[in-house]
């Protein structure tokens, strides 16, 4: 019985492979989909390369692996395959993890892909590249896979989240997950590998950042492989910075957890000078700022605006993609903290002169207290806070277009588009507000350097074997050779 069993989901999961979207599970059949998932699945995650032509791949491998490679092809068969090697790095738990990075990807183009340890292939998946003139992309925050390693609890939650992005391929042709942190709620790997199990979540390019739960845990540092990453003042022991490109836009991934406003606003500049012609720049961070929804996080959260603002404003920034307060809501274009033109529900904002600030629903963990949203909030969930909501983003060059969806009913919520014209033409940042915003991310570096004190002895309270260097360092892994 369990041989036929495990022949039919071999079947089942050779089918799926073959099929995006996947369709919707039980939760026994979700439950018996994981629980029959190969080792040599454990934690694939597709993550973004530098532009796109390029992915990056992370899985876990044994603890004496030589060799990690992913074979890419136009077939399913895997035939002609491309591969590409890569290395391994040593994981607190003692294996190690795969980091490959797969390069010449053109656009508009279906691909299929295996990843190999050792000569012990994955299933195979796919991906499709965009085209080259539009893309789209599903926003989504504070998923919060599980609270516990229970196994009920992480496959309940990360159904729920396989539930969601099923729902919203019906939508879209998605090509990326921005997913604002939060991924994790411990920051265990188990939570990870529950969320990047299902068939939908291997063919879908995860650009995450970090939220303060997935601070919680390590294991955040081993699966990430990241382009364009960056720490060099006060590196959080986790993740720097980084950014990538897709077509016109400019995505800049931020660690809101590290108050280090010399190492963000180094980011961000590197960034924006290395890609002039992006006509787009969209934020991605954890940290709710605009909001005002959760009251006693309002004296926190002021301290971070005066971090964040002058570096959104003088680098302008068009959307910011955040999470953290759980409350749904969408502000009016804000600069400097004041608004300067209208959003609404519906509408169209042409040039806008500075920033949307948006957060989305937690996909598991709804927030009961009415939100306390202040004159900067333009919508926003303010009933029925128990639903879950999801956003498609829809790149072209000249418009971003957000649609939110309630994943109950599958009706559209909210949408709005941002616009720009030939005469679009971005704000200056005045000089006092600039010098202001460089000392505020100098004290912010400071601050940082002090608190990487708190970061280790909570993660040695938790028990990670973890020395003080490592906990400053954001290279303290022990990188295995690249193996060619
Ligand atoms: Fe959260």
Known sequence: M??????FLAALMLLLSLSVPS???????????LAAEPDADDGIIMQPGADGTQKNFSWYAPAK???????VAASPDLAGARAYDGKTVDTYQGDKAAKVTVTDLQP????????????????VYSFSTPAADRFSALYVTDIHVSETEDPAELSRTALKFNEVLTQAQTKADLSYILSAGDQASSGLRSEYVAMTAGQAEKSLTFALTMGNHDRKGVDYKYFKNLPNESSKFAADYQTGDYWFVQNDVLFLFLDSNSGSGADHRAAIKAAVRANPDARWRVAVMHHDLYSSAIPHRESETRMMRLLWSPLFDEFNIDLAL???????SVTNVLYDGKGTKAVENGGVITNAPGTVYMVSTSLTRPRGETPAFGDRVAFGL??????????????TSNAVTVRTYDYGTGALFATYTLEKTADYAPKTINLFRKIMGFISAAIGTVYAWFNNFHVYNDLKEKGYDVDFM???NNNFLSEGEPVC
């Not at 692996?65 to 074979?71: A, E, H, I, M």
């Not at 303010?382 to 790149?395: A, G, H, S």
Request: with cysteine.
């Open 322 to 328: 955040l999470g953290h307060s759980h409350y749904y």
């Open 65 to 71: 692996t030589q060799r990690v490679r992913v074979l």
């Open 23 to 33: 369709f919707a599970f039980t939760q026994e059949e979700w439950d018996a989909y």
């Open 470 to 472: 490592d906990a400053v």
């Open 2 to 7: 369990k041989k036929t069993l495990s022949l």
């Open 382 to 395: 303010t009933e029925d806070l128990t639903r879950t909501l999801y956003n498609i983003v829809d790149f």
């Open 108 to 123: 508009g183009t279906t691909y299929y892909y295996a990843c190999e340890t050792d000569g012990v292939k994955s299933a």
